[in-house]
Structures are given as C-alpha cells and as structure tokens.
C-alpha cells in the first residue's frame, strides 16, 4: 500500500529534487549578487518568465536570514537551561525567594522564545467590525473638532476650511487622513 502525501509530507530535504531546488536558489541569489535582473536571471537559467528567478531569490534569502536566527535562539535557550540547572538544586534545597525570582526572571525569557506565551490581545481604536469607511469618517470628525479648536484658539473661527466624504479639503492645512 502506497503512502498518500498529505500535508506535513512533503519530499525529503535530502531528495534530489530539494537538493536542486536549493541549488537553484543559491544560484539565482548569486546572480543577483553580481548585479543581474530577475530577467537576465531568468535568461541564464532557462526560466520562461522572470517571477520564477524572484520567488528563488526571496525564499534563499528568507532561509538564510531564518537559520542565523535559529542559531541564536537554540544558543539563548541552551544558555537559560544552564542558569536554571545552576538555580534550581539551590531552590530546592532552601526555598529562598530570591532564587525564586531568578528562575520566573528565566522562565520569563525562555517562553517567547519557544513561543508559549498566548497572543495579546489588541485593542482597536476605533471598536471592532467597523468598516474603513466609518473608520475614514471618525477620524475626518476627529480632525475636523481639532482644527475647530486650532481656529478658535486663533480667533479665526469662521476662516473656513473642513472635510468632505471625498478626501481632505482644508484651507493650507496638511492633513494625513483622506489624502490620495
């Protein structure tokens, strides 16, 4: 009976196929290096079209950003497992709260590193399920009662200037929201 590839099964790193692949993208990397265009790339590579040269390239640099990170991580860990090996008979043995602390200061380090921590919860600013609209239009109400203010504050409360539904409209004023 034959296996059914499924997700999570897919080839060897060590098959052929992923060992020309991976071929293929540090050459194409290469070429970028020396100053090539994904066309040129392409050309030297017998690709059809120049997306295919690209995608190479960012998955080549990705994975060799990704495996330096790796590094890092695995040598942190291997780090905060020595202080908890050197922090945790001394806990045992005495219970002393100080050691206490220093092995949650390294538990502390260690769960974002793998990762454990739940996601945070963000808060919108403007309540959830609101639509870009309505969220364009509160901001607009929001600068419109600042520049109120601003005017007012001026003594030039009826100088004009506001915004309409189809972008910003304002008499000078430089305003982020509603620009094209």
């Known amino acids: 009976m034959g296996r059914i590839k499924g997700r999570g099964q897919g080839t060897s ?13 540090i050459r194409a ?45 695995e040598l ?4 905060l497992d020595a202080m908890w090996k050197r922090h945790w008979p001394k806990f045992i043995e005495s219970g002393d709260p100080r050691v206490s602390q220093e092995l949650l200061r390294i538990m502390a380090r260690r769960a974002p590193l793998l990762g454990l921590d739940a996601p945070e919860k963000v808060v919108h600013l403007f309540g959830d399920g609101l639509k870009d609209e309505e969220i364009l239009e509160q901001t607009r109400a929001l600068f419109e009662a600042i520049d109120k203010q601003r005017r007012a504050a001026e003594g030039s409360e009826d100088a004009g200037g506001g915004y309409q539904s189809s972008g910003v409209a304002d008499q000078g004023g430089e305003h982020p929201v509603g620009e094209s």
């Open 13 to 25: 790193k060590t098959s052929l196929k992923a060992i020309s692949q991976v071929a293929k993208r």
């Open 76 to 79: 942190e860990l291997q780090r």
């Open 29 to 73: 990397l290469e070429l970028r290096k020396e100053g090539k265009n994904y066309r040129e790339i392409a050309e030297i590579m017998g690709c059809a079209n120049a997306s295919v040269p690209h995608q190479w390239v960012v998955k080549a640099l990705r994975e060799t950003q990704q495996e330096p990170a790796d590094d890092v991580r």
